[in-house]
């Protein structure tokens, strides 16, 4: 199976350089919708409800550090993709990809996977709740 950094490697080679938290909102949104167009997930990297947004630790780790990421940075494989989870990750970047990483962070603190996973937090406290693709699958089958 696929990895996050392997949908990041793809997102980078189809959209160039771009911010981490951009990044970060484009694979959390390529994770979502490929659970509910193709019914399964890309990859097993989770999602934890971090106060800037969705944030895989995974992807963090290989950008830590670094306010623009380019496709050099990140480990991945663009290639390892089926023609179905392509179209999924493209849909994605079609709707999503000309979008800031402000709007797109907002955006994401407005839906349920991230505000429930972090509870009563304040907006700007610290979480590392998972952010379920069984919540992400029944919150963005609804839209």
Do not use: C
Request: overall charge negative; proline content about 4%; cysteine-free.
């Amino acid at each position: 199976m696929a990895t996050v950094l392997d949908v990041a490697s793809y997102i980078l080679a189809k959209k160039g350089e771009m911010s981490a938290m951009k990044l970060q909102k484009l694979a959390y949104y390529s994770q979502a919708w490929s659970l509910v167009w193709d019914e399964e997930p890309l990859f097993n990297d989770r999602f934890e409800a971090w106060a800037n947004g969705p944030v895989s630790p995974r992807l963090y780790d290989a950008h830590r550090g670094n306010f623009l990421v380019d496709a050099g940075m990140i480990t991945g494989n663009p290639d390892v993709f089926t023609e179905s989870q392509r179209d999924t990750i493209d849909g994605v970047l079609e709707f999503y990809g000309d979008k800031s990483a402000q709007w797109l962070s907002d955006l994401t603190h407005e839906e349920d996977p991230w505000k429930d996973a972090r509870g009563g937090l304040q907006p700007m406290e610290r979480s590392n709740e998972v952010i379920t693709t069984a919540a992400m699958h029944e919150y963005y089958s609804a839209l």
